[in-house]
């Protein structure tokens, strides 16, 4: 059953194939204008700059990925490397939040790009445009926590219970075995120490002429 429910946690992980949908939701970070001063430079050759009333115009070059620090963005799902099994991510381009360059890239057809696609290794998931270190691999290790205290815990109290018990029965034994020596001891006394060195005889017994008393010493 543990088995089964960490295999239902890390599915999601395993998926190849299927793209991880990313946005971009905080354009202030480092790594993103940094991204966007890179890649956007005339001297990088990857866009042909026109130049409009209203803006620039960046068409793509080439259809080869665009590689900045230890990533290659590609611009089409069908340029990607189908050899790869890390996970995909595509970064949705967002004309609200992403910056003017971004928003204004299209391809040689003249049709504005909508998403950038990478890799993460397995261990990492898709944010923004970089990848982190995923959660999700932390979940079944504290489940795994969780479950071993739990069972550590019912252990002891199942232990304590056996030891209660042991300890109640030793003492029942003992009560028992004193109530048994106490009426061992208060016992009627002998025959003989009732009557005198010469008993009476058997016909004043019977008779009932006979009384005696038990000393209370």
């Known amino acids: 059953m543990l088995i089964t429910v960490l295999l239902l946690l890390l599915i999601p992980i395993w998926v190849v194939g299927v793209a991880t949908v990313t946005y971009h939701a905080d354009i202030s970070t480092d790594f993103y ?3 966007i001063k890179t890649v956007y430079l005339e001297d990088m050759n990857y866009f042909d700059v026109e130049q409009t009333k209203k803006t620039r115009r960046y068409t ?3 259809n080869g990925p665009i590689e900045f620090e230890k990533y290659k963005y590609y611009w089409n799902e069908t340029h990607l490397d189908s050899k790869r099994s890390s996970n995909l991510c595509e970064y949705r ?5 992403d910056s003017k360059e971004l928003d204004e ?3 040689a057809d003249g049709v504005k790009m909508k998403s950038l696609f990478f890799y993460c290794h397995f261990a990492q998931s898709c944010m923004g445009l970089e990848c ?8 079944p290790p504290i489940f795994l926590t969780v479950f071993v205290t739990i069972f ?5 109290m199942l232990w304590r219970d056996m030891k209660r018990t042991e300890r109640i029965q030793r003492e029942n034994r003992t009560v028992e075995n004193s109530s048994t020596e106490r009426i061992e001891l208060e016992a009627p006394p002998s025959y003989n120490s009732v009557f005198s060195k010469v ?6 017994v019977m008779l009932g002429k006979v009384t005696y008393s ?3 010493v």
Do not use: A, C, G
Not at 152 to 156: D, T
């Open 33 to 35: 204008k940094k991204f």
């Open 60 to 62: 793509i070059r080439s």
């Open 93 to 97: 381009i967002s004309w609200m939040i």
């Open 105 to 107: 890239t299209y391809n």
């Open 132 to 139: 982190r270190i995923d959660s999700r691999l932390l979940v």
């Open 152 to 156: 550590w815990l019912f252990k002891k």
């Open 199 to 204: 008993p009476p005889s058997y016909e004043s």
């Open 214 to 216: 038990v000393s209370s």
